[in-house]
């Protein structure tokens, strides 16, 4: 007899139910192992599933996590190139595609990761047709689009991380104006994940205290105080991020582990994430935006609806209109 | 008045209070982000301070760190090459230094990192005189002497994270093979951190039922189950993961991580840490290998005595031997 034997009797004679709360990452670079890092530490999931076409990253990416399995409570965690091994996921994260080099605007990547897309989607719907899509990549919003029409999925079931990350930067940033923590500070950034984001000056509060209440001028360009810049440093961090390190991936692996979390212990709590905004706040194209959404395990259930200012709702139609200009280009 | 003025009104007048449970990481490359990730993620400080002397790196990477703080609960994240940032530490983590080469043992690392510490361990010390300080940089045996060395600190507050790494990766492939979860299999390796580690059969065990009761061959060539095999795995498995992805990281951020939990929270957890052994199991050389020690706010406060077999003792015996020949001639400590 076997060690194992000796000290081992298994007395089930069904077959074990498996892993019940499984979570894919695809893509295997500093964000997809950012997202994966943050996801084991928050105890999100029991099994975690790792796919890119880089074999020897992809192996050892896996090798240097499972040795870490004595600090983390995920039972499971496996890794391939071949799309079997994300079977029966719950939620799908999709990071993979080229990144931003310094200075390149999100939207220049677009058909360089369409046809990435093009592979991988058609691939997560096959082991996964019940999955919710959580799409990274960018151009967020446009790659969200191209999740939600290759993969034939209902819009509740494809997300964008969307401005979940510029939002979560503006909070830090209005902390450290207050001397209070990012999340005694509320503060919403919606629209395009990128530089033609709006920020929602008339909701920004701590305490429901609504600070344009205190400072009429805030967001305007006559004001003393600059809370301007706060939504200019949003826009500007990535990219500054990546001129000094060359890329960013703590942040946006953190905020990624925040709405799995959501989804995951279907907590229905509200982030700004993009999703489909035909018929809303004047716009008239297919694209996906971030606006409010309510997260749960079925996905991105309700939208929460906005009071914004003229103002705000023609630069949601403006966003809107650019990225349909691109998309409506776009070989699918 | 301003927002923050009309918003506002202060109460009490007072600076606000220095951070209890502050650690500082030292190096920004792959395994000391690993770690500030970890911990920050464990929620198990109240400030992070990260140095490096790559400016632009180091400025980026706490940037990043700080777009996360909706996500943390660590309000206060700072770095700069200037160790004044460092300054009145619990603990600091020590990951700074050249990194192994494909193929090269942590052995040849030595004199590279030497000349390293040189220039960080002083200004440590200088800004954070009370800390405990953990050395990850490899060969972390050797360093950590230098560390102490260096540091004139008593050797009770000098911790080498050693074996730590390699205990995990045994438990978590000799628990692959019973089909349970790493923290249900315990399994010591101890000694030197690295090719000529000590796996301790005699100690394996499962519930209390000692494997090499079962099994009286486990461990030795001769085992028909090839245990021993899982042990050369561990040692090969840095190498290998090096191989493939070109550097390790994940696990020995995960590992500090689980050190750093108990020091911060005095929790006299038993961890396989690199300590000073002179006078244990007859070794006469001022050597840090790994051993089971008890870790608390204070640092090791005590070290288990583990009942080792006379080839495990002289094993140790000659890790030692190797770790105190090469330390001998090292100049300017």
Not at chain 1, 190 to 195: C, K
Request: neutral net charge.
């Amino acid at each position: 007899m076997s060690c194992k034997e000796k000290l081992i009797s298994h007395v089930m004679k069904e077959e074990p139910i498996g892993c019940t709360n499984k979570v894919t990452v695809v893509g295997v670079g500093m964000v997809g192992m950012a997202s994966a890092i943050s996801i084991l530490l928050k105890d999100l999931c029991d099994e975690l599933a790792m796919v890119d076409v880089m074999e020897d990253k992809l192996k050892g990416e896996v090798m240097d996590l499972q040795h870490g399995a004595l600090f983390l409570k995920t039972h499971k965690i496996v890794g391939d190139k071949d799309y079997s091994v994300t079977a029966n996921s719950k939620v799908v994260v999709v990071t993979a595609g080229a990144r931003q080099q310094e200075g390149e605007s999100r939207l220049n990547l677009v058909q360089r990761n369409v046809n990435i897309f093009k592979f991988i989607i058609p691939n997560i719907v096959k082991y996964s047709p019940n999955c919710i899509l959580m799409v990274v990549s960018n151009p967020v919003d446009i790659l969200t689009y191209v999740a939600w029409k290759l993969s034939g999925f209902p819009r509740h079931r494809v997300i964008g991380s969307g401005t979940n990350l510029d939002s979560a930067r503006f909070r830090h940033i209005m902390g450290e104006k207050l001397h209070l923590h990012p999340s005694s500070c509320h503060g919403w950034i919606v629209g395009e994940h990128g530089d033609s984001s709006v920020p929602v000056w008339s909701g920004v509060n701590v305490a429901g205290v609504c600070l344009q209440t205190l400072n009429p001028q805030m967001g305007a360009e006559g004001d003393s105080e600059n809370w301007k810049e706060v939504h200019k440093l949003v826009v500007d961090g990535a990219y500054e991020v990546i001129k000094l390190k060359g890329y960013t991936s703590w942040a946006i692996g953190m905020s990624v582990a925040d709405l799995v979390e959501s989804i995951m212990k279907n907590l229905h709590k509200v982030h700004p994430v993009s999703t489909l905004v035909q018929g809303m706040h004047g716009v008239k194209d297919e694209v996906f935006l971030s606006v409010p959404c309510v997260l749960g395990n079925s996905g991105m259930t309700d939208v929460i609806h906005m009071t914004l200012k003229a103002e705000e709702e023609k630069q949601l139609v403006k966003s809107a209109e650019t990225l349909w200009g691109v998309q409506k280009e776009l070989v699918l | 008045m301003s927002v923050l003025q009309q918003l506002i009104t202060p109460l009490s007048s007072a600076e606000a209070p220095p951070p209890r449970n502050k650690v500082t990481v030292v190096g920004v490359g792959q395994v000391g982000m690993a770690c500030a990730v970890s911990i920050l993620l464990r929620d198990l400080c109240d400030e992070l301070a990260l140095v490096d002397v790559m400016e632009d790196r180091l400025k980026g990477e706490m940037m990043d760190l700080q777009h996360g703080s909706l996500f943390l609960k660590t309000s206060k994240i700072v770095a700069d090459k200037d160790y004044v940032v460092t300054a009145n530490s619990r603990l600091v983590v020590v990951t700074a230094g050249v990194r192994q080469q494909e193929g090269e043992s942590r052995l040849n690392l030595v004199q590279r990192n030497v000349n390293v510490f040189k220039s960080i361990i002083p200004q440590i010390i200088k800004y954070s005189p009370e800390c405990t300080m953990i050395v990850v940089s490899n060969p972390v045996d050797v360093l950590t002497y230098v560390t102490w060395k260096l540091s004139g600190l008593p050797k009770h507050r000098i911790i080498g994270s050693g074996t730590n790494l390699d205990s995990a990766r045994f438990r978590q492939m000799m628990a692959e093979r019973l089909g349970i979860h790493s923290s249900s299999f315990n399994g010591w390796v101890l000694g030197e951190h690295g090719d000529t580690s000590v796996p301790v059969w005699s100690g394996a065990n499962v519930a209390g039922v000692n494997l090499q009761k079962l099994n009286p061959d486990i461990g030795s060539d001769g085992d028909k189950e090839q245990w021993k095999a899982t042990h050369k795995a561990v040692v090969d498995s840095a190498y290998e993961v090096i191989k493939l992805k070109g550097y390790t990281n994940w696990a020995i951020g995960l590992s500090v991580a689980d050190l750093t939990e108990s020091i911060v929270k005095n929790m006299n957890r038993v961890h396989p840490v690199s300590t000073m052994v002179k006078d244990m199991y007859g070794i006469g050389e001022e050597v840090f290998l790994s051993l089971p020690c008890v870790l608390n706010g204070g640092g090791v406060s005590s070290v288990i005595n583990m009942t080792l077999t006379d080839g495990e003792v002289s094993q140790l015996k000659k890790s030692a031997d190797t770790l105190w020949g090469i330390q001998k001639d090292l100049k300017d400590l």
